[in-house]
T-cell receptor
Framework: SQQGEEDPQALSIQEGENATMNCSYK?????LQWYRQNSGRGLVHLIL?????REKHSGRLRVTLDTSKKSSSLLITASRAADTASYFC????????????FGQGTELSVKP | ETGVTQTPRHLVMGMTNKKSLKCEQH?????MYWYKQSAKKPLELMFV???????ENNSVPSRFSPECPNSSHLFLHLHTLQPEDSALYLC?????????????FGQGTRLTVV
């Protein structure tokens, strides 16, 4: 089965609300990354959090990592219609090189 | 613009055709990847190259044949594909495979096999 699983699979909110997406994984990691994908296009890197970090911020994004629970969350604050996209977590597994293993993603829809 | 360019953006091919997907990166990265993205499925890692050497081949059928002539270019040669191979094929690069840093993706090639 997949290393990373996102929850929920789909999320619909109003502009201005916060959006929270969760990611769970199975094995030890070096780091965890979040990516965004607009419909049918390439993925864009958002943020990377290392296994020894617990929280990271970048603009309106906040990522947390709980290695004891093998889970991460991505919070987008004050969402905008332009945030509508699919969001993926990806893990770099411990001692298996730098390969990125992706989850299924969360489809976020932000309604104006 | 991520610095990773894929061509063509769209491709329709018959099951008996031979075609190639091309990926080029101008970032000075040492690692390059091919991913397959099908509807409602996670991205599947197909091939990984590090310094032009293939280091990963995730049980991909032989009808997909990768080639990495140098660290800036990556190809995926296709022949006798099946309709279920229709998908978005994404190329990515990263600084160094062992570093585990962020990956930069191309816009993808939307492949339709008829």
């Amino acid at each position: 089965s997949q290393q990373g699983e996102e929850d929920p699979q789909a999320l619909s909110i109003q502009e201005g609300e916060n959006a929270t997406m969760n990611c769970s994984y199975k094995t030890s990691i070096n780091n965890l990354q979040w990516y965004r994908q607009n419909s049918g296009r390439g993925l864009v890197h958002l943020i990377l959090i290392r296994s020894n970090e617990r929280e990271k911020h970048s603009g309106r994004l906040r990522v947390t990592l709980d290695t004891s629970k093998k889970s991460s969350s991505l919070l987008i604050t004050a969402s905008r219609a332009a945030d509508t996209a699919s969001y993926f977590c990806a893990t770099v597994l411990y001692n298996q090189g730098g390969k990125l293993i992706f989850g299924q993603g969360t489809e976020l829809s932000v309604k104006p | 613009e991520t610095g990773v360019t894929q061509t063509p953006r769209h491709l329709v091919m018959g099951m008996t055709n031979k075609k190639s997907l091309k990926c080029e990166q101008h970032l000075g990265h040492n690692a390059m990847y091919w991913y397959k993205q099908s509807a409602k499925k996670p991205l599947e890692l197909m091939f990984v190259y590090s310094l032009e050497e293939r280091v990963e081949n995730n049980s991909v059928p032989s009808r997909f044949s990768p080639e990495c002539p140098n660290s800036s270019h990556l190809f995926l040669h296709l022949h006798t594909l099946q309709p279920e191979d229709s998908a978005l094929y994404l190329c990515a690069s990263s600084q160094d495979l062992s570093y585990g840093g962020e990956a930069f993706f191309g816009q993808g090639t939307r492949l339709t096999v008829v």
